[in-house]
């Protein structure tokens, strides 16, 4: 009997993530609204938000590391759902650098990452 074909139905992308289940994800810590955050990247890196909120949806952004004509482009901005969990990325090099940095409004975002081989 023949193998039956797996579709691809995600894709992992910076613009709308891909969904993933609501428990704790391994490795996740919590945000940190005064510091922020950051992390190495090597263009492979996938970064997972999830809203740990059951009542008010929170908000994080990435910032670009390279600019057009001198300026910063505006940080890529999500609005992360009550209790939800998305993965975001990866995040290429040229855009946003060797180092990733993450703004958080609460702490009732946590925050983890995966790197694709």
């Known amino acids: 009997m023949p193998r ?17 289940p609501v428990a704790a994800f391994p490795g ?13 990247n090597d263009g492979r890196t996938i970064l997972v938000l999830r809203n740990s909120s059951g009542a008010t ?10 600019g057009v004509d001198g300026r910063l482009p505006d940080p890529v901005a ?22 990733v940095k993450v703004n958080v409004d609460h702490a009732d ?3 983890a990452l995966m790197r694709l081989p």
Do not use: Q
């Open 28 to 40: 996740e810590i919590n945000g940190d609204a005064t510091n922020d955050h950051e992390f190495a």
């Open 78 to 99: 999500y609005a992360l759902p009550v209790s939800s969990c998305t993965a975001y990325g990866p995040w290429p090099v040229d855009d946003y650098g060797n180092v």
């Open 57 to 66: 949806i929170r908000n994080a952004e990435v910032e670009f590391a390279r």
């Open 4 to 20: 039956v074909a797996i579709t691809p139905v995600n894709t992992f992308n910076r613009s709308t993530g891909v969904s993933l």
């Open 109 to 111: 975002i946590k925050l």
